[in-house]
């Protein structure tokens, strides 16, 4: 247990981090600095990605299905190891971006991931492999690797078409599509049918089964909505919008499921997490019906033509969805302290600014003026953010509640 705690401490770390650098990032287009702005982007999105989602979610695995099995000396080697590729990251993307020692770091994560995935499926308590939590779980570990086939892709693709090949960019958002939709969001999900297995709610073979091949299958289809911006033949935006609409109907069969199960939850939770995992439940859904909106041809080249629409739907994704979604169960399982205050902090940073990138994508789609120092409140909305993960780290150093394992 406090191993994991220390684990959690070192992936807010990383979550703090990428939050300044996020910071420093917007400050820089009011107050120019001696820094190279594309370096430090590739650092801020690669620890936030990786340093804190990543580690994140792997010490939860960790800590709900392996903790008791006497492995503590084995998977703390594969989490130092992949501490070392992080600070390696760190230390290589701010001063040269995509060269050679980043490029050696990024890879040797890639084979840190692969490790911990072989780990926790050879590994995995057989009283666990018959769950459905193991079932989404194991799914998410196998979309994860699935989705360094793009990373691979790249080397090859620079060499032989260049970085302005079209292949380049599909092999950028195929990994970034398996990454959110595949490895993180369904591995959250997994982590919440482990809760409601706790909670003894019991979900039919039958529902299960419709929920889970409609989620996956529909994660797969998704895919062929990030190569709209390609211009591809219609049958594309048919698949694509299918699997955006399978995604929907698995997470309404997710919903209801909990409302037919809305007094245990009410019971089992606190007043603050049935909140949190409400917000959580809402952002997912307005996530899909953006994702769903990609397959019809207008809104497709819209997105593709507005840098902002992007950029405000993959924070809306990463900040939203999948890390308040982490703060949920980290605070369930007694990991983190999660308070009002730092939660509406948290909150207040993230539609702020979600606010005003979408507000900036609406004035270069609809021809809206951009009120003046607009990119003063960007950033000072950012500061938030940082402000509140170092609420959670601070109030979480004290006496944290008995563990829910």
């Known amino acids: 247990m406090i191993a994991t705690r220390t684990h959690i401490k070192v992936s807010l770390g990383y979550f703090l981090l990428a939050a300044l650098l996020g910071v420093l990032l917007r400050t820089f287009v009011v107050a120019p600095m001696p820094i190279n702005y594309r370096f430090i982007v590739h650092t801020h999105s690669h620890i936030a990605l990786l340093g804190w989602v990543y580690i994140a979610l792997a010490s939860l695995l960790y800590h709900l299905f ?18 070392i590729c992080l600070l390696g990251m760190l ?9 050679l020692f980043s490029i050696i770091f990024s890879t040797l994560f890639l084979l840190a991931s692969y490790w911990f995935s072989a780990f926790f499926i050879k590994y995995a308590p057989q009283s ?8 989404c779980v194991k799914y998410a570990l196998w979309f994860m690797i699935g989705s360094s086939v ?35 969001i369904l591995a959250l999900m997994g982590l919440f049918f482990n809760l409601l297995e706790q909670l003894q709610i019991n979900i039919s073979p039958k529902t299960f089964r ?17 190569t709209l911006w390609t211009g591809p033949s219609m049958i594309y935006y048919v698949l694509g919008g299918l ?9 309404g069969i997710l ?28 952002l997912l859904l307005v996530k899909m019906i953006l994702q769903w909106l990609t ?33 949920f169960f980290l605070e369930f399982f007694g990991l983190i302290k999660l308070s009002k205050m730092a939660i509406t902090l948290y909150l207040g940073g993230f539609l702020l600014t979600e606010t005003l990138i979408f507000y900036r994508g609406m004035a270069a789609w609809l021809g809206w003026p951009l009120f003046e120092d607009y990119s003063i409140f960007l950033a000072g909305g950012s500061i938030l953010i940082p402000l509140a993960v170092l609420l959670i780290f601070w109030q979480s150093k004290g006496n944290l509640v008995k563990s829910r394992v």
Request: proline share 3%.
């Open 66 to 83: 392996l903790d008791k099995q006497g492995l503590e000396r084995k998977y703390r080697r594969i989490f130092w190891f992949t501490q």
């Open 91 to 99: 230390l290589s993307f701010p001063f040269q971006g995509y060269a």
């Open 128 to 135: 666990f492999k018959g769950t459905k939590a193991y079932s």
């Open 150 to 184: 793009g990373p691979w892709c790249l080397g090859v693709i620079m060499t032989v078409l260049g970085p302005e090949s079209i292949w380049y960019r599909l092999a950028i958002y195929f990994y970034l599509h398996f990454q959110y939709n595949g490895w993180m």
């Open 210 to 226: 419709y929920f889970f091949l409609t989620t996956v299958l529909g994660i797969i289809l998704s895919f062929f909505l990030s």
């Open 243 to 251: 699997g955006a609409v399978l995604q929907l109907i698995g997470f």
């Open 255 to 282: 919903i209801n499921i909990c409302l037919g199960n809305r007094m245990v939850l009410k019971s089992a939770l606190s007043q603050l997490q049935l909140n949190v995992l409400k917000l959580v439940a809402f």
């Open 295 to 327: 397959a019809w041809p207008y809104f497709a080249n819209l997105a593709a033509a507005v840098l902002d629409f992007t950029i405000g739907y993959l924070h809306w994704t990463f900040l939203g969805v999948i890390s308040i979604g982490l703060f």
